[in-house]
């Protein structure tokens, strides 16, 4: 069993940044990690992934230059850098773990980023 917690979100004006956090318990290091989000009205999607090593990184082609996605194994940890932030960039972000690629089986509760114009 995994539990994530996310923490970081606020509300930021644009082009700002913000730094987003996922605290997880259980065996970490083996799990592929990920931040969705859910813009209001809209479905949850994909934004950034990591693998268990760090090594492979993968994005949403909206966030690529502008979001970079990192983890800590030893601290149990997986961030996401946030720069340049738009309006549209508005939604509640999840970081979910997965022990197969693409196939996310835990989700933390979700943290509010709000970017105003």
């Known amino acids: 069993q995994v539990q994530l917690v996310e923490s970081g979100g606020g509300l930021v004006q644009a082009g700002e940044s913000l730094r987003l956090s996922c605290a997880a318990s259980?065996?970490?290091?083996?799990?592929?990690m990920s931040w969705f989000r859910r813009a209001p009205g809209k479905e949850r999607i994909f934004v950034a992934r990591?693998?268990?090593?760090?090594?492979?990184?993968w994005y949403a082609d909206s966030v690529k230059g502008r979001f970079t996605i990192s983890r800590d194994n030893a601290k149990n940890t997986v961030d996401l850098q946030m720069n340049s932030l738009k309006p549209e960039d508005t939604a509640v972000y999840y970081c979910?773990?997965?022990?197969?690629?693409?196939?996310?089986?835990?989700w933390g509760q979700g943290t509010q980023v709000t970017v105003s114009s």
């Open positions: 979910a773990a997965g022990v197969v690629l693409g196939s996310e089986s835990y």
């Open positions: 259980g065996t970490f290091s083996r799990f592929f």
């Open positions: 990591i693998d268990w090593s760090g090594r492979s990184r």
